[in-house]
């Protein structure tokens, strides 16, 4: 059954029904079974990502369930909402606040290997996925640990341990990609490539997760509880999957992927690129409210209570121009060889064992280099990515989303 949050997000993306019935309809038999007999690690668990894969596993009572969070209060919430919709199965549900990059999680994956057998499948949704997250050297870093090395490091405990298979979130924005983000999860791809040839992996690229943590359409919510306008570019069309669908994909991957293969959704450029302005036009009509478009910020924060009081709200809509943003969005590049007859509603990337292992350990090693001395700019760690993609076009205007409303 699916949520009646996800059918109002479908309605505001201008999408009549689910992606993915019939190929998990086709597939339910076969997915069931393997949950039934499988014990399953997911990292990032918490996330809007995470917390979806979470729901499809336990809904089919897997042996062990564990999830691995740096965030325990959504930890907390994942429990309460599995507890108050699926209720309890007969294997092992648990949670642990660890950081996958720390000596902790070493110690932890360890453990559960003496403990429980170790795992077979490991799951990884953690990321820095903010295109907002690339202004600074700092955080910048931050991403090259998470998006990279984190999900390097953490394959190869899986690997150790005896897992089946590892799955990592990639994203539409590492095909031919525009900003550090895309671009660190593609170096990231390349690293798995490295990894697929002692152990099977396969990973899924897919459009925006509407309303998921931090997103835009995330932040729609917290403006409405706060009495605060919405902003939104009106130029930037995207693609959006609901958080179900998101589960949905990541599981199919996971479980019915062969080595190196890449899912993500067939969408039709016509009927489901929409623009963030548009959502949030049919996202207040869905509240009761009619959008009244302000000339700027300020006016926009002024009229709240004004229009509320008549059931509309104020909405500034701006042409996009901040780094990083992508003009369009893609799954694929015409260099990769695709199997679209699988499956109904998705296409596969089909992957040759491919990688420069002198490149990827020159990146590991001028890396810890930065690290060692200290300090590092912003500029280096662009001209690395540069080397490290040839054909890397990082869009760089100088502005960032943190200087918009």
């Known amino acids: 059954m699916r949520h009646s949050m996800d059918d109002s997000i479908l309605k505001m993306v201008g999408r009549t029904g689910p992606l993915f019935i019939q190929d998990m309809e086709r597939n339910e038999e076969s997915l069931a079974a393997i949950v039934r007999e499988s014990r399953f690690l997911v990292i990032g668990g918490a996330g809007t990502i995470g917390s979806a894969i979470c729901r499809e596993l336990f ?147 897919f459009a925006n997760v509407a309303f998921s943590d931090g997103s835009l359409l995330y932040g729609f919510n917290r403006r409405i509880e706060k009495g605060q306008p919405i902003a939104a570019p009106c130029d930037v069309r995207r693609y959006f999957v609901t958080p179900k669908e998101a589960g949905e994909l990541c599981m199919l991957s996971c479980l019915t992927g062969d080595n190196r293969d890449i899912y993500f959704p067939k969408l039709d450029e016509n009927l489901n690129l929409v623009t963030f302005s548009s959502i949030a036009e049919k996202y207040l009509e869905n509240l009761g409210y009619e959008a009244v478009q302000c000339d700027s910020e300020q006016e926009a924060r002024d009229r709240v209570a004004e229009l509320k009081a008549e059931h509309k709200y ?66 280096e760690l662009i001209e690395l990515f540069n080397e490290m993609i040839p054909n890397f076009d990082h869009k760089e205007t100088g502005k960032f989303l943190d200087g918009r409303m």
């Open 59 to 205: 809904a089919r009572d897997p042996k062990v369930l564990h999830v691995v969070d740096i965030s325990e209060n959504n930890m907390v919430e994942l429990v309460r909402d599995i507890r108050s919709s699926k209720g309890y199965g007969k294997g092992e549900f648990a949670t642990f606040a660890i950081d996958c990059g720390s000596d902790i999680f070493r110690s932890f994956m360890a453990g559960q290997e003496k403990r429980i057998g170790g795992y077979d499948f490991v799951f990884n949704t953690s990321a820095l996925k903010h295109v907002r997250s690339e202004k600074d050297p700092f955080t910048l870093m931050r991403m090259i640990d998470t998006n990279i090395f984190n999900t390097d490091s953490t394959m190869e405990m899986a690997e150790k341990a005896g897992a089946k298979k590892y799955f990592c979130v990639s994203t539409d924005k590492a095909a031919n990609p525009v900003n550090m983000m895309g671009a660190s999860k593609r170096i990231m791809e390349m690293y798995l490539n490295r990894r697929s040839e002692t152990m099977p992996v396969s990973t899924a690229r």
């Open 314 to 379: 104020p909405v500034y809509f701006f042409e996009s121009d901040t780094t990083g943003e992508k003009d369009f969005e893609e799954f694929y590049t015409d260099n990769e060889i695709l199997d679209m007859d699988r499956f109904e509603s998705i296409g596969i990337i089909k992957n040759e064992i491919d990688y420069d292992t002198e490149k990827l350990d020159s990146f590991r090693a001028r890396i810890d280099a930065m690290r060692e001395k200290g300090s590092w700019e912003r500029g």
